[in-house]
């Protein structure tokens, strides 16, 4: 009976080892959740590597009548270089001409009858008076110049429509610039609001950049911005920040940025469609802890204990760690904290699915310059 008993223990033994290492074979090692980041900014001083760009005019608009009629005159070509209040174009007027004196004319024969019906009235007010007219032939007199003087205001307002159609039949330039298109063939009928030419104003040049997500809070603190461009070696350019999109791109997830800038004073001139290189120096706090970051909306939660907190990441052990916050408020570009040190990297989405000590892959955009400085200093 012994030997049964101990048959029966290693057989149940060797059972549980096997279901064990079932068990373990069957797991699935779960991978680590890919996370989007953010580096707090970690340098006063530095230069932000360049974000490429294309060159467009400072102004831009194509042209139209906003009636129809054939094309009789016009005055530019391609290329052309023209001063604000000249005229472009003209469609043929005689239409709107005879509108104009139709409307002119019913408009003079409504005003005569206005005046008869007025004397009516007139008469008939004094006969009522006297006895020799009823209450009811005055209203209808009353009514009749009502009648009149309302379509004689509807004529009105038609007739000055029609003198505003005359006007549009001619095509001035809205300011100073360069024809860049011609769409449009003299003597062809054209239909309102189709475009007739292209014009461009290149006294200033703009480039359109699409910055990356980490760089928007840094866009306060963005000093000597330069331009540069590929056609024109050399050739540097200060520029300013004239535009910044609020909403990033779904595909890329930048923003684009428009920055404004004088032509050079001599030599070769920045065209449009030209690519350029945009350069500037970042100049952070000197303590962006106690001032404040002004970190992405979505890398603020607030914590079980009611402690704003954003959790940080490990960049060697890629692990999570909450970390609470001080919230100072909020800013066009996200939300201004304290207690966050330069170097520390931020989650800045998903803050709801992450826990303390969890296993993630940081997503940086390596276009930003991942490490030399994120989120801004906020004031």
Request: proline residues 6%; aromatic residues 4%.
């Amino acid at each position: 009976m012994h030997w049964m008993t101990l048959l029966i223990g290693v057989s149940v033994l060797a059972f549980a080892s096997m279901l064990g290492g079932c068990g373990r074979a069957g797991e699935a090692e779960i991978p680590p959740r890919p996370v989007r980041a953010i580096q707090i900014g970690s340098a006063v001083e530095l230069t932000q590597r360049g974000l490429p760009g294309q060159a467009i005019p400072s102004e831009e608009v194509n042209l139209a009548f906003q009636v129809g009629g054939p094309l009789v005159e016009l005055n530019v070509r391609a290329g052309q270089r023209v001063e604000a209040g000249d005229l472009l174009a003209r469609i043929d007027p005689r239409d709107f001409q005879v509108q104009i004196r139709d409307l002119e004319g019913r408009l003079e024969a409504a005003g005569a009858n206005l005046e008869l019906a007025q004397m009516e009235e007139q008469r008939l007010t004094e006969l009522e008076q006297r006895g020799a007219a009823t209450p009811v032939e005055l209203e209808r007199a009353r009514l009749k110049v009502k009648e009149l003087s309302g379509q004689i205001r509807s004529m009105e307002a038609g007739l000055e429509r029609a003198r505003d159609q005359l006007g549009d039949t001619s095509l001035f330039a809205p300011f100073s610039g360069t024809v860049s298109m011609v769409f449009a063939d003299l003597f062809s009928t054209i239909a309102p609001r189709e475009p007739v030419l292209r014009l461009i104003d290149e006294s200033r040049i703009k480039l359109v950049v699409d910055a990356p997500e980490r760089l928007m809070a840094n866009l306060d603190f963005v000093r000597d911005i330069t331009c540069t461009f590929d056609a024109l070696p050399g050739l540097v350019l200060p520029a300013e920040i004239h535009q910044i999109s609020r909403e990033a791109s779904p595909a890329t997830r930048t923003y684009p940025i428009t920055l404004i800038m004088d032509q050079p004073d001599e030599g070769p001139r920045v065209l449009p469609g030209m690519a350029g290189t945009a350069r500037g120096t970042l100049a952070l706090p000197d303590d962006p802890e106690q001032m404040g970051v002004v970190v992405p909306v979505g890398a603020v939660f607030r914590h079980v204990d009611g402690q704003d907190s954003v959790w940080i990441i490990d960049a060697e052990q890629q692990r999570t760690q909450r970390h609470p916050v001080e919230v100072v408020g909020l800013t066009s570009r996200g939300v201004q904290v304290r207690g966050l040190s330069a170097g520390w990297w931020i989650a800045t989405a998903g803050a709801s699915f992450l826990r303390e000590g969890m296993q993630v892959r940081l997503e940086t955009d390596d276009a930003s310059g991942a490490g030399a400085g994120g989120a801004s200093g906020g004031g």
